[in-house]
């Protein structure tokens, strides 16, 4: 069965500063890997995937993930924070490799930015 | 495009009253369709998914049941609610296959039973 840890509840980084969000995963299948932004009261939005192409990925709004499969991560980085990256961030993979039988989800990494 | 629709998006119920959240997809046909909740503190739990009309998977046993009456219809419900049943529920969509393009998610129906 696959699954998503995320490694710290709450992260905070001044404006400006380097964002490292951690996740590492377990699938007995080659995994499909997303990072989704949630901001408060409102549903998920894709940052970005990886789906077995380019190892580095790029997103959306400057954040980029590298997949590693010698250490089962699949981190989420911006060079630098602004103060509207403050949001609860969600890592998952997908369930059975890649059917559509929907996501795994880590329990979500809160990221706060201080002024 | 694609859309995704969820309503209400809140919703105050008694104890052991009824439920109905409805989501609906616009611009696909034959998508796969998702129920999830999100409770504080733990993450997003898959609750239902469909891969076509009347065809519901369950991955919980819970006080809930899901129905696809429509290609783009996916109703959540419940015959008594319990108090244990709050939470942020979310229906998300993807295309039929491997899910490759993502899931896209709606916005959500905050419920809670009082």
């Known amino acids: 069965a696959q699954s998503v840890t995320q490694l710290g509840s709450h992260v905070s980084v001044s404006e400006g500063a380097l964002v490292l969000l951690r996740c590492n995963y377990s699938s007995s299948v080659p995994p499909y890997l997303f990072w989704y932004v949630q901001y408060p009261n409102q549903g998920l939005q894709l940052l970005l995937k990886?789906?077995?192409?380019?190892?580095l990925v790029k997103g959306i709004n400057g954040f980029e993930a590298e997949f590693k499969k010698s250490e089962t991560s699949f981190h989420l980085t911006k060079p630098s924070a602004h103060m509207s990256d403050a949001a609860e961030y969600f890592c998952a993979v997908s369930r059975a490799g890649g059917g559509a039988d929907g996501l795994t989800f880590g329990k979500g990494t809160h990221l706060i930015i201080q002024p | 495009s694609q859309t995704i629709h969820q309503w209400p998006a809140t919703l105050v119920q008694p104890v052991g009253s009824p439920l109905s959240l409805e989501c609906t997809v616009e611009g696909t046909s034959n998508p796969n369709l998702y129920w999830y909740r999100q409770a504080a503190g733990r993450g997003l739990q898959l609750l239902f998914y469909s891969v076509g009309i009347g065809q519901i998977s369950s991955e919980v046993p819970q006080n809930l049941s899901a129905s696809r009456p429509q290609d783009r219809q996916f109703i959540l419900s419940s015959k008594k609610l319990l108090l244990s049943d709050s939470g942020f529920y979310l229906c998300a969509w993807t295309s039929t296959g491997t899910g490759l393009d993502g899931y896209t998610f709606g916005s959500g129906t905050r419920l809670t039973v009082v």
């Open positions: 990886y789906t077995s192409a380019a190892t």
